[in-house]
């Protein structure tokens, strides 16, 4: 009996972080939808923006990035840019300054060595001189109309930071986390936002301790602590396209739950209800994935020695996910292997999430990958 129910407690754990949290806030969003009011302003009422890129390394990305925001559906001369180099050394800095030599809207500043995104971003801050910020990434491509996407949810007082919709080519997990955040937005608030793609007033940017590895969650949930909504701007669309290496996917998926553990200790408040307006959502949607990993060990052994056939069953499903997933890796690829793969990389990545961040082995710096590259 005792595994009977260790079996179904595993379960219930799995399918509400996985299935029942997505089928929740879609439900949610249909039933008792908090659209955001909006307002698309004429040119001559739009506030400043002032674009923020972090760049380590990226001469290869860094000149196309530059000529999609020359090319914005935004008054030229209400937008302003700065890119921060993380000490680069590939001739980012280079190609900047010719840029900035022939628009007086770019500026180019500097970190004396590699420290990280967060390092970047607060250099960034005596330099804002606009109502709104947009801190984005070099990599992904952005929509012409991305920054009068982002602006126009502002209007409204409840909204505190808005995300852009970040498309993840060739990746079925990412086409469901957008969903659920997605979701998230239309019922009331996400959690966090598009690292690649988002704005907020400029007086609400935090200094973001110089280790924070997501800033991405920190900062929104730093505002969201206020009271503010963190909504999604759907048309405000970036593109990417997946990792192809299983390895580079785990090593990124480690060190995003890692960071999750970190902000758990350095966002005052977040794990409180009475303080974080969006506990419950921040408990369900992102520290359950950090116990979904245990729930499935325990479903593995507990299916193994529960004594009914119906659990033998369950365990040799579990096992035949698991030869799908070699197979794919050895040569068979599949649709099936390729979800499979993901999921195990993910729980996988968790796993040892915990570990790596109390053991010092997750780092603020980052790397280009470039099996992401198109």
Not at 34 to 47: F, K
Not at 62 to 86: E, M, N, T
Not at 252 to 279: E, F, Y
């Amino acid at each position: 009996m005792i595994w009977e129910a260790l079996f179904w407690a595993g379960l219930a754990v799995v399918v509400t972080s996985y299935a029942g949290y997505a089928v929740w806030a879609a439900a949610l969003a249909r039933v008792r939808p908090r659209p955001c009011r909006a307002e698309y302003l004429p040119d001559d009422r739009l506030p400043r923006v002032t674009c923020v890129l972090a760049a380590a390394d990226e001469a290869a990305m860094i000149g196309r990035k530059l000529d999609a925001l020359a090319g914005q559906d935004y008054p030229a001369d209400r937008i302003s840019i700065v890119v921060v180099s993380d000490a680069s050394t590939d001739g980012t800095d280079t190609i900047v300054a010719a840029r900035a030599a022939g628009d007086p809207r770019i500026r180019l500043l500097r970190t004396p060595a590699r420290r990280g995104k967060p390092s970047a971003l607060n250099l960034a801050r005596p330099a804002l001189d606009g109502d709104v910020v947009v801190f984005m990434d070099v990599r992904q491509a952005i929509g012409p109309a991305a920054l009068r996407e982002l602006v126009a949810p502002l209007a409204d007082p409840a909204v505190g930071v808005v995300s852009g919709d970040l498309r993840v080519r060739g990746d079925a997990y990412w086409t469901y986390e957008a969903f659920v955040r997605c979701c998230e937005s239309r019922s009331g608030s996400m959690v966090q936002v598009t690292g690649s793609l988002y704005a907020l007033r400029a007086r609400d940017v935090p200094v973001v301790p110089a280790d924070t590895i997501l800033d991405d969650v920190f900062v929104p949930l730093s505002v969201a602590l206020t009271g503010r909504r963190i909504v999604m701007a759907e048309r405000a669309q970036s593109l990417d396209v997946a990792t192809r290496s299983l390895g580079h996917e785990f090593q990124r998926k480690v060190r995003m739950l890692a960071g999750l553990v970190q902000i758990c200790h350095s966002v005052p408040g977040c794990l409180s209800p009475r303080r974080n307006p969006v506990w419950s959502r921040f408990v369900v949607h992102k520290l359950s994935r950090l116990a979904c990993p245990h729930a499935l060990l325990v479903m593995l052994l507990a299916s193994w020695l529960a004594p009914r056939w119906p659990y033998r069953l369950a365990f040799a499903a579990a096992l035949s996910l698991a030869l799908v997933a070699l197979a794919g890796r050895l040569g068979r690829p599949s649709r099936l292997a390729s979800i499979t793969q993901s999921l195990l990389a993910l729980n996988l990545a968790a796993l040892w999430a915990v570990p790596s961040y109390y053991l010092g082995r997750s780092r603020v710096t980052w790397a280009r990958v470039e099996t992401d590259r198109a």
